[in-house]
């Protein structure tokens, strides 16, 4: 599942094949920017803020946000690509390389000032302005709202997904459900900077430290599996803002009780 450690890596990988070249072609695939012809531009380069990837080339900016299935590719030309052609939303074309877009689930291209409309965004996670006291900030602001909730609204920190809140939650030994005003946010924030630090920089996302398949994770996407630390079976189900937003949610009930409620969360 794409978090900001896989965009901050594209980003990454997509700056260093770019960066400085020229655009030899230009095929945005999405209607309302099917005209667009970077042609003959150069490619400042690319960066990540949170889960959304900006490719800023001469005055303009390509903005994309993976979703669920998105993700950029890299390939030299005349090289045939892993993925069906009709996938391809963005094709950015280099005399060394071609970038392919695919699935994107959001693709639209911004004149350079339009970046601010990431503005709302908190600090980035992978950012090189990150700012912890802010994050811990935001994260205080509504003290009511359930921790797991509370670490996915962008808003105040930018880059964890489903994978990283569940299990960052585990690690903390907090119950999803908690109140986020109870809970020790310094020590949530710096366990978050510290484990999508770890992972940016590698294809394989660990949240355990072990690598090997099925191994990678504590609780998120466990349901009904033993837990890794105590053998009590993982529990799943949702949890959102709204009735109409909800994410799945997965925890322990011996290692993150109900403590607001005096019980284990059955």
Not at 105 to 126: A, I, M, N
């Amino acid at each position: 599942m794409p978090e900001g450690d896989t965009v901050y890596l594209s980003a990454k990988n997509l700056n260093a094949a770019l960066a400085g070249a020229v655009v030899t072609r230009c095929d945005i695939r999405v209607p309302a920017f099917a005209t667009v012809d970077l042609t003959g531009e150069v490619i400042e380069g690319v960066v990540s803020r949170g889960k959304h990837l900006l490719m800023r080339i001469g005055d303009f900016s390509i903005h994309s946000h993976l979703k669920m299935e998105g993700s950029w590719h890299l390939y030299r030309p005349d090289t045939k690509w892993s993925r069906p052609e009709f996938q391809a939303r963005a094709i950015i074309g280099t005399a060394e390389w071609v970038a392919v877009g695919f699935s994107l689930g959001t693709l639209e291209v911004w004149h350079r000032d339009q970046e601010s409309e990431l503005d709302y965004l908190g600090p980035d996670l992978l950012g090189p302005d990150w700012d912890a006291a802010l994050a811990a900030a935001n994260l205080r602001r509504d003290p009511e709202t359930p921790v797991f909730v509370a670490a996915l609204e962008q808003r105040n920190l930018a880059g964890l997904g489903n994978e990283y809140a569940n299990d960052l939650l585990f690690l903390r030994g907090l119950n999803p459900w908690r109140p986020v005003g109870t809970v020790d946010v310094d020590a949530l924030v710096s366990t978050a900077f510290r484990v999508i630090n770890l992972n940016k920089d590698r294809s394989i996302r660990s949240l355990t430290g072990d690598l090997r398949p099925r191994q990678t994770s504590w609780v998120y996407g466990r349901a009904n599996q033993p837990c890794r630390r105590c053998g009590t079976r993982i529990r799943a189900s949702q949890l959102g803002p709204t009735p109409l937003i909800q994410r799945d949610v997965y925890w322990c009930p011996r290692c993150q009780p109900d403590l607001e409620r005096g019980r284990v969360q059955q």
